[in-house]
DNA sequence: GCCAACGTTGGC
DNA sequence: GCCAACGTTGGC
């Protein structure tokens, strides 16, 4: 069991949307980057996976997901009216991949980036740096325990 | 809205 | 294969 943490706008994708579709869980999809892409690959069904809030008034961490599916092709690579589509990839040879996510808690209070820029853990993550644009990324597990601990 | 960081694209 | 231009991300 690995962990992770996904970062989304909450207009977009947020805790609210987990909560709305808590028994069904959430195609993760429309990742158009190559480290993101990789990452999403190795994830497996059981894996844990935080969600951060990006691109808000109060950025930080909201909630705990799970992985419920093997990754598989994102569809909107292959839809012409999607803002996904992607005209270089092939049933035959996907480019992109999705993952579906299910609400596994919300936590009891958001942990704000300010925040996990003071914790030891950490310290050496891309989520803390300046200009990071990964929207994908593992997570030790000291890095879980420690959210899991203050949230 | 601003701006820094960084990935992608395309000309050469 | 280089690199400038451009677009996007994301904190503030």
């Given amino acids: 069991m690995a962990y992770w943490l996904i970062k989304s706008e909450p207009e977009e994708c947020g805790l609210t949307h987990f ?6 869980g959430i195609p993760w999809d429309g990742v158009r980057n190559y480290q993101a892409r990789n990452f999403i ?12 809030h990006s691109s808000c ?21 292959f839809d012409p009216d999607s803002r996904y589509f992607d005209a270089k990839a092939t049933r035959v040879v ?6 579906d996510l299910v609400l596994a808690s919300a936590l009891s209070r958001l942990v704000p980036l ?4 003071r914790m030891k853990a950490f310290k050496s993550s ?10 994908v990324m593992p997570l030790t ?11």
Avoid: C, F, H
């Fill in 94 to 99: 996907p480019r992109w991949t999705a993952i």
């Fill in 114 to 117: 300010v925040e996990l820029k």
């Fill in 141 to 151: 597990r000291e890095q879980w325990l420690a959210v899991e601990k203050i949230a």
């Fill in 57 to 77: 008034q109060r950025v930080g961490i909201a909630g705990e997901l799970r992985v419920i599916s093997e990754p598989y092709p994102d569809p909107l690579q």
């Fill in 126 to 135: 891309p989520l803390v740096k300046k200009g990071n644009r990964l929207s």
């Fill in 19 to 24: 909560i709305a579709a808590s028994d069904q």
């Fill in 41 to 52: 690959r190795a994830m497996q069904p059981g894996d844990r996976v935080l969600l951060y």
